[in-house]
């Protein structure tokens, strides 16, 4: 019963920081583009802007969810589901601080990409499901995208993997306490650095959708699923895009930034700390997404398609050999 | 360590149950109305000019096909990089043709051009 009652806590603690997160990237959002575009329309209501973001989410709550026409009912109920469900699972294994996570997973790492890679099917699903055929060229277009650069990403976090000989997150950021020499932090971000090139690269890549586009963008083709649905329906696909900024980012803080560890920092002092540094982290990873999508163009789905089959993989794979090479030239193990 | 599946479970089941009461909840309070010009499908405001589902490429199955070679050989690197820091020196080298074959199936793929997006 207790530990029924601690993974209940936890499952509303997770939903509370999905919406929250949500709530928050939208105002980011609505600031960042707002000035950097110069469409300062979002940033008169109330002080920064902050009615507008109350205004949306009530906005979101009172419209009428209308269901286009000839729509096959069951698949189009459920595939929102499909999108959201995963991208909230995929907090579960994040370490928040050393004893502060949902689920202490000895496959962490493995385990967040592969429930993320369950959305995609949610977003084809959901375009099948409708009678319009550009919802379905969209979600076509939009999940070629996102599978381009999901191997890419995969295959970037595997020196990290080779190096610390763990897929468990917890242990990926404990890896990385302490100072090399003295004054570099034991970040993963250092040594691998063309590893954290290559996730950031597919990392914009795969979140090149409509989340950074979202108020810029007319519906269209490229808009896939999100022309399909309205009210809740569209605010929770919209949410559960955000949830995945921040789980991609999370997850470049933990597995190369340390996670919520600091370095200079005595680690008992540190405990306490842990999620404000992992989440002050995180933002500041968003953050640099964001400003990366609103300030560059948008990139032509074949260049996509090349800079990921044709660039990031032969990249990451002789990245890999040469990673390999390196440290079993430093510390020779036993032959087998 | 059951205790973290339980947990997962609890989580997934919890997801499902907020996307049900959001829904519902949303359809409630968002006001009804039968217009019947909403329920006439159109594309991006002109008439659908192709009954659905629409055909698409054979270069989209490519693809896929692609990355179900890729992910399975990318599941396996995982499990070679779990043991690869306990193993000897000799692990890198079956990697080394393992990867080989891997890369090789895609210098095929980009010879015969089905990595060019048309």
Known sequence: MNALLSSALHASAALVLVLLNGVVLVFMLRRMIGRMHLRRG???????????TAADVLKLLSKEGTRPGGVNRWVYAIAPMAVFVPSLVAYAALPFSETLRITRLDTGLLFTFAVLSVVPLGVIAGSLASASNRALIGAMRVVARQLACSVPLLLS?????????????????????????????????????????????????GLDRTVFDIHGIEPGPESGLAGEYSAMRFGLLCISEFGNVFVISALAVTVFFGGWTLPFVPLDLQSSIGPVVFLIKTYTLVFLFLWT?????????????????????????????LVGLVVKASLPGTVV | MTQDYVALGVLIVAG?????????????????????????????????IAEPPVRFRVGYFVYALMLLVFDVGVVFLYLWAVVFHRMGA?????????????????????????????
């Open chain 1, 293 to 321: 999508r609103s300030v560059l163009p948008r990139v032509r789905t074949d260049q996509l398609m090349d800079l990921g089959w044709k660039w990031l993989i032969p990249l990451s794979i002789v990245w890999i050999m």
């Open chain 2, 90 to 118: 000799f692990v890198l080298i079956q990697m080394v043709v393992f990867a080989g074959v891997l890369v090789s199936g895609l210098v095929y793929a980009w010879k015969e051009g089905a990595l060019e997006w048309r």
């Open chain 1, 42 to 52: 979002g940033l008169h209501a109330g002080p920064g802007g902050v009615i507008q």
């Open chain 1, 157 to 205: 976090v595997l020196p990290v993997v080779m190096i610390t000989g763990t897929l468990d997150l917890g242990d990926i950021v404990n890896y990385q306490t302490g100072l090399w020499s003295g004054a570099f932090p034991r970040w993963f971000a250092i040594p691998l650095l063309p590893s954290l090139a290559i996730f950031t690269t597919a990392a914009l890549c």
């Open chain 2, 16 to 48: 499902i149950a907020f996307f049900a009461f959001a829904v519902i909840a949303s359809d409630m309070l968002g006001r009804r109305r039968s217009a019947s010009a909403e329920q006439i499908l159109t594309e991006d405001g002109t008439q659908p």
